[in-house]
């Protein structure tokens, strides 16, 4: 009795298991055929006969105020839409400062960060050759906070011959550090549009080696890091208008100047206090500005 029991008791639940199963095949039957939604074209309309197979040729569309938008794939100019406001994700902001000429960085030198910051120059460059890029930078160069090196000084290199290349000239403002290569870059901006925040930080120091491995390894190593301090110098001495000695003697050990002392060495040109001291105010701005 109890195994008869048990069995009838296993039916009743599949039984009930399958009643449920054909009501979420009919819910389903019924949202496909009225829907009015292209998975694959937001936005889109209902395609005639696409719910032929399902039982009918439904051509009908919603009249209601209340609309659900659903992308099938990622859209940048069309978000989803309920009830008339979007809901699609918040604004890239990167992208919003690209598009206000506007190159950051913010962490430091390593091998991704300059691709970018070349590849955000590079296309400033061809979208308009007039307009100045205004770069922010707020880096430890190749080093990280405690000294320590994380990158090599080519890619402040690249860095800096790319801001020489394109045709739009590049205003440089320092804001939090800019520390060895990264004050390097500071300074080649434009003569006259190179600035500093108040409380920025700038430091000059020599590049630092991560060479392992031989003498003889070491040695070649050495040879080169000695090449891009030289380097380094030289980018400096051009841009802050001193001799080469002076600049190779002032960094061969960690020299931190403030804004103001920056303006003196010749590294910038002036310290921005206010929102009117911008080189270029972003259209953005100018924007909530009206509102």
């Not at 099938?72 to 008339?84: H, I, L, S, W």
Request: a neutral charge; hydrophobic letters at 40%; one cysteine or more.
């Amino acid at each position: 009795q109890i195994q008869h029991h048990t069995y009838n008791t296993h039916s009743q639940q599949q039984r009930t298991i399958g009643n449920i199963m054909k009501v979420i095949q009919a819910a389903l039957i019924a949202c496909l055929a009225t829907s009015t939604v292209h998975a694959f074209t937001p936005n889109g309309p209902a395609r005639p006969g696409f719910a032929k197979g399902f039982g009918g040729d439904v051509t009908s569309s919603s009249s209601s105020s209340t609309e659900l938008n659903i992308s099938g794939g990622a859209n940048p100019y069309e978000g989803e839409m309920y009830d008339g406001a979007r809901i699609g994700p918040p604004p890239d902001l990167p992208s919003l400062l690209l598009h206000n000429r506007i190159v950051y960085i913010g962490m430091p030198l390593v091998p991704a960060v300059s691709e970018l910051v070349i590849a955000e120059l590079l296309y400033l460059n061809y979208e308009d050759s007039e307009k100045p890029i205004t770069m922010y930078i707020n880096s430890s160069g190749t080093t990280t906070a405690d000294g320590r090196a994380i990158g090599f000084e080519t890619e402040a290199f690249a860095i800096a011959d790319v801001m020489r290349y394109v045709r739009p000239p590049v205003q440089t403002v320092a804001l939090g550090q800019a520390f060895g290569a990264a004050a390097m870059l500071l300074a080649q901006g434009k003569r006259g549009r190179r600035f500093s925040l108040p409380n920025a930080t700038i430091m000059l120091n020599q590049p630092k080696s991560m060479a392992q491995g031989q003498a003889s390894d070491i040695a070649i190593k050495a040879r080169e890091v000695a090449e891009n301090r030289k380097t380094v110098c030289k980018l400096l001495a051009e841009a802050c208008g001193k001799p080469l000695e002076t600049v190779i003697n002032d960094c061969s050990r960690t020299k931190y100047l403030q804004p103001h002392e920056a303006v003196e060495y010749g590294l910038i040109d002036r310290v921005m206090t206010n929102e009117q001291s911008l080189p270029v105010t972003p259209s953005f701005i100018k924007q909530m500005d009206s509102w």
